[in-house]
């Protein structure tokens, strides 16, 4: 039987519980936080370059991307680490595809960042 502590009341309840886990990764994860001020850094460059809107929303979800990916990154590796206080080869295994997919999502947005900023040079 599910613990009634992890239900979720109703919507406002599944919002507040979302909230909670994006800012545990705030709070804990250098990396996300690293990411947010390249997130400001790609809004900022957005207005300074004058980006037409298609360019603005494919750099954020490019981005935002990147984001999620560390926000689930974080899940797993949470979820390994309960499971598991000791190396196992399977452990290692899912933190380092779950850190892989935050490593391609990353190039992805290194992509297309290059291929916007030198669209606007050329």
């Known amino acids: 039987m599910e613990d009634e ?5 109703n919507f406002i309840d599944a919002w507040k519980k979302a909230f909670s886990g994006i800012w545990y990764t705030i709070k804990t994860q250098r990396n ?21 809107i298609i360019e603005c929303m494919f750099l954020a979800f490019a ?5 999620i990916t560390e926000t689930m990154n974080t899940a797993v590796e949470t979820v390994v680490n309960l499971c598991t ?5 399977l452990a290692k295994i899912a933190k380092d595809v779950a850190a892989g997919a935050v490593v ?3 190039l992805n947005a290194v992509i297309i960042a290059i291929l916007i900023v030198v669209g606007r040079i050329i």
């Open 5 to 9: 502590r992890l239900k979720n009341k």
């Open 104 to 106: 391609l999502s990353s």
């Open 85 to 89: 206080d000791k190396f196992h080869p």
């Open 63 to 67: 981005t935002m991307l990147v984001i």
């Open 32 to 52: 996300l936080k690293v990411q947010l001020g390249i997130a400001l850094i790609v809004i900022v460059a957005c207005i300074v370059f004058r980006l037409n």
